[in-house]
T-cell receptor
Framework: ETGVTQTPRHLVMGMTNKKSLKCEQHLGHNAMYWYKQSAKKPLELMFVYSLEERVENNSVPSRFSPECPNSSHLFLHLHTLQPEDSALYLC???????????????FGPGTRLLVL | AQKITQTQPGMFVQEKEAVTLDCTYDTSDPSYGLFWYKQPSSGEMIFLIYQGSYDQQNATEGRYSLNFQKARKSANLVISASQLGDSAMYFCAMRESLAGNMLTFGGGTRLMVKP
């Protein structure tokens, strides 16, 4: 496997279900991100982990719960979601050093989530 | 105010011709990076090209080049010799040194290449 992988690629869930999205990066990076992409809206940053510590949480509802067990893996645990949470969820990683503004984020293929 | 503005929601280009996708940005940070990504219908966000705020020359990567006009705060993407596979959404994004890990995206431009 190379780059950033995400599973599952597609997910349909009811509002009472609990599911998890998985992301794995094979690039040796030290920072990982979750983004949400809804129809007709710009990409929204949800969570950032740097060196396995959460450093950003952009006012995301508690029904989304991230987990970063090590620098290569990132999870997004979902529970009691709403239909408006249906979106493409993208994971990314980067090698953040002193000048982070120069570091490219590399994205996975995304998970298309539909909440019924 | 929006940080990244892409004013062209959709663009058509004839195959083999060049096309310019516009991007303007707003920042008071002297240190920043500008990125372009391509998103095909499959959903993956593919990194194309990077331009740093202190770079003296415009970035180039194969058929992609960046027309960086710092004083005008614009970073337009130029795709030369368009191919059918270039049909996709294109996003301009910015990372500012003072914003840490934030990568701010524009609304995107949908490019359609005509055979």
């Amino acid at each position: 496997e190379t780059g950033v992988t995400q599973t599952p690629r597609h997910l349909v869930m009811g509002m009472t279900n609990k599911k998890s999205l998985k992301c794995e990066q094979h690039l040796g990076h030290n920072a990982m991100y979750w983004y949400k992409q809804s129809a007709k809206k710009p990409l929204e940053l949800m969570f950032v982990y740097s060196l396995e510590e959460r450093v950003e949480n952009n006012s995301v509802p508690s029904r989304f719960s991230p987990e970063c067990p090590n620098s290569s893996h990132l999870f997004l645990h979902l529970h009691t979601l709403q239909p408006e949470d249906s979106a493409l969820y993208l994971c990314a990683s980067s090698q953040d050093r002193a000048r982070t503004y120069q570091e490219t984020q590399y994205f996975g293929p995304g998970t298309r989530l539909l909440v019924l | 105010a929006q940080k990244i503005t892409q004013t062209q929601p959709g663009m058509f280009v004839q195959e083999k011709e060049a096309v310019t996708l516009d991007c303007t940005y707003d920042t008071s940070d002297p240190s920043y990076g500008l990125f372009w990504y391509k998103q095909p219908s499959s959903g993956e966000m593919i990194f194309l090209i990077y331009q740093g705020s202190y770079d003296q020359q415009n970035a180039t990567e194969g058929r992609y080049s960046l027309n960086f006009q710092k004083a005008r705060k614009s970073a337009n993407l130029v795709i030369s010799a368009s191919q059918l596979g270039d049909s996709a959404m294109y996003f301009c994004a910015m990372r500012e040194s003072l914003a840490g890990n934030m990568l701010t995206f524009g609304g995107g431009t949908r490019l359609m290449v005509k055979p």
